[in-house]
């Protein structure tokens, strides 16, 4: 598939570049995107959920009432999480979210997750551009320019751009990777996908494989 290169003012530069039926254009595998979803989610879980448990809790140790005769049930411990202020049973625990997944299947999630963005016309290509400083103002210009500044945005930079970034960052609906950085999840979760020219050579070569 073909696709026409802007400039940063969103003029259209009359050049087009052809994108990699291999990864634009397969087959989206729903399945490999949400594995790969959850994958993402979960890995950014903090996981230090805890709760005090009845071997945690102070308070006496008295027994609290007779064994027999009471007609309720037995109960040896006021820390005993049928009462008030007592430990919680089964409460959370600290624990590691994270799992693994293949490289094949996580790059089949993320060319799944491109094609579908192609299928449905949100790709835009841009030229190469840079700032002299990192300036938000500069950046919003772009965004206006694209059309896209109340849109979720993410673009996707060759390597490392740092002015492009530190401009980009206060930006509550754009976010800005290089092509080595790129996630299923903040494809699919952007409006627009913006690639500048250069980006996609290394994705390309990257996803192919």
Known sequence: MKVAVLDITGKDTGRKVELSSDVFEIEPNNHAIYLDVKQH???????THKSKERAEISG??????????????????????????????????PRDYSFKLNKNLKRLARKSALSTQAKENNLVVVEDFEFDTPKTKNFVNV???LGLENKKSLFVLSGSNNNVYLSSRNLERTKVVSGSDLSTYGILNAGKVVFMESSLETIESNFSK
């Not at 989610?41 to 996981?47: D, E, F, M, S």
Request: aromatic residues 4%; proline residues 2%.
């Open 41 to 47: 989610l979960a890995n950014k879980r903090q996981g």
């Open 60 to 93: 006496s140790t008295r027994k609290i009432k007779k064994q027999k005769g009471t007609g309720t049930a037995r109960a040896g411990s006021i820390k005993s999480g049928v009462f008030r202020g007592g430990g919680r049973m089964f409460g959370p625990r």
């Open 143 to 145: 965004l206006k320019a």
